[in-house]
């Protein structure tokens, strides 16, 4: 039996190239560079937490989540419009949930290991789903912003994969102070955003390369949230790892354990 039209765009689907990325042992390091993870999900937006705080979340996290702010935002591309964000604060301040009309996003700048972060994902989606009232959300992300360090050179042939930085290494632009590039496309369970570069050089300060991986989906039953961001953490560490030059893999050290833990 011949194709139809629909069968001919699914199977192009189904063959569509996504991110194929080397397999790698997973472990976890005695250093890492990661400057924010963070994952957010989105939901049907509610409209009153632009005037009301968000009391029933807010107490159902304040035992691990104490603290309070309230902040305001401005739109970049409409600064009439003042985003209000609430963000709830762990004791040390070093984990953070922020709570928008549209999104509840689980934050930290002391990543140690997945377990962890999971587990903290998992406490605040609990905890959060009855007050957010959907069984869905409209976009999953995990994201992870790593700072490598270039050492005293300040170069990153070495520290960074020479295919992401083959322009530098064949000193094509000659000194740089800002090299910045962004990559987007289909991956397997979902859709990848990778930026990476040289964003600033401050002075008395290491230079670093940043390498910003970004991983989400759309329209995901919220019973499918552990399983898709414990793919997209897969994935960001074969990404990671790929992304690395030899000295920066030195510096990380020798791993301890696998990274599942």
Same mark, same amino acid.
């Given at each position: ?8 765009? !699914? ?19 005695? &250093? ?7 994952? @957010? ?21 304040? &035992? ?24 709830? &604060? %762990?004791?040390? *301040? ?14 930290? %700048? ?5 377990? @962890?972060?999971?587990?903290? !994902? ?5 905890? %959060? !789903? ?58 397997? *369970? *979902? ?14 300060? @290491? ?27 897969? @994935? ?20 301890? %354990?696998? *990274?599942?833990?």
């Amino acid at each position: 039996m011949p194709s139809t039209p629909d069968d001919k765009g !699914l199977q192009s689907e189904k063959t569509r190239p996504v991110l194929r990325l080397p397999e790698v042992e997973r472990a976890q390091f005695k &250093k890492n560079f990661i400057n924010t993870a963070v994952c @957010e999900l989105r939901f049907p937006a509610i409209l009153e937490y632009e005037t009301k705080q968000p009391v029933e979340i807010q107490r159902a996290l304040r &035992k691990e989540y104490p603290d309070y702010e309230k902040q305001q935002g401005v739109n970049m591309s409409d600064p009439s419009d003042k985003e209000i964000k609430h963000v709830l &604060k %762990s004791r040390k *301040g070093d984990w953070l949930v922020t709570i928008r009309t549209y999104s509840i996003a689980v934050q930290t %700048s002391k990543y140690t290991r997945w377990s @962890e972060f999971l587990d903290r !994902l998992e406490y605040v989606v609990d905890k %959060s !789903l009855a007050p957010l009232d959907t069984d869905f959300f409209t976009r999953i992300g995990l994201r992870y912003i790593n700072d490598v360090p270039l050492g005293e050179a300040g170069q990153p042939q070495g520290w960074i994969n020479d295919d992401l930085i083959a322009p530098i290494v064949r000193g094509i632009y000659g000194p740089v102070d800002r090299y910045v590039q962004e990559v987007r496309g289909p991956m397997s *369970g *979902g859709k990848f955003t990778f930026r990476h570069g040289i964003t600033t050089i401050e002075k008395g300060k @290491e230079p670093t390369y940043r390498l910003d991986f970004d991983f989400y989906e759309e329209n995901v039953q919220a019973d499918r949230m552990i399983d898709l961001v414990t793919g997209f953490n897969k @994935e960001a560490f074969k990404f990671f790892q790929w992304a690395l030059g030899d000295k920066a893999k030195e510096r990380l050290g020798e791993p301890f %354990s696998s *990274g599942d833990k």
